[in-house]
């Protein structure tokens, strides 16, 4: 699970910084010629006034359930450990090393994934820190990375 989630937190804190830095996908998110950058950052972006649509929000969760439930898993039960989803088609290399090799790059990759869970709280509070008031004015914020929020 920790595994799971620190992929998670890495794919998050990634798309964190490239939309905050202003990079979105390029074109219209649905037919009405909504442009991807037309949405606000954070969790702005799932509720408030610009949120992303309903029937949108439920699209995103379905295919993150179908990839969950169908993809992200050990098929074949050729898996070395858990989280192990190449499932005999990919490898980029991994069968080459020795298992000294092995442990050291696992050990890297639960690392970064628990360092990228500790930077997506710190984006997330700071999203948070900028709706609190210090009596009754509010604060901003001014971030070096992400800005004001």
């Not at 595994?3 to 998670?8: D, F, M, P, W």
């Not at 969760?61 to 993809?71: K, P, R």
């Not at 628990?114 to 604060?139: C, F, S, W």
Request: hydrophobic share 45%.
């Amino acid at each position: 699970v920790e595994l799971k989630h620190g992929r998670i937190c890495q794919l998050a804190f990634l798309g964190q910084i490239v939309t905050r830095g202003g990079t979105h996908l390029p074109g219209d998110i649905d037919f009405d010629g909504h442009s991807f950058d037309s949405y606000p950052n954070g969790i702005a972006a799932i509720i408030g006034p610009d949120a992303i649509p309903a029937l949108g929000l439920i699209q995103i969760i379905g295919v993150i359930g179908f990839l969950e439930l169908f993809v992200m898993k050990d098929v074949t039960g050729e898996g070395e450990f858990p989280g192990d989803f190449r499932n005999g088609f990919l490898d980029f290399g991994w069968d080459i090393f020795d298992d000294r090799v092995k442990g050291v790059k696992r050990g890297i990759e639960l690392n970064n994934g628990r360092a990228a869970m500790m930077g997506i709280l710190g984006l997330m509070v700071h999203e948070k820190i900028n709706q609190l008031t210090y009596y009754n004015d509010p604060i901003q914020v001014d971030l070096p990375i992400i800005g004001v929020l």
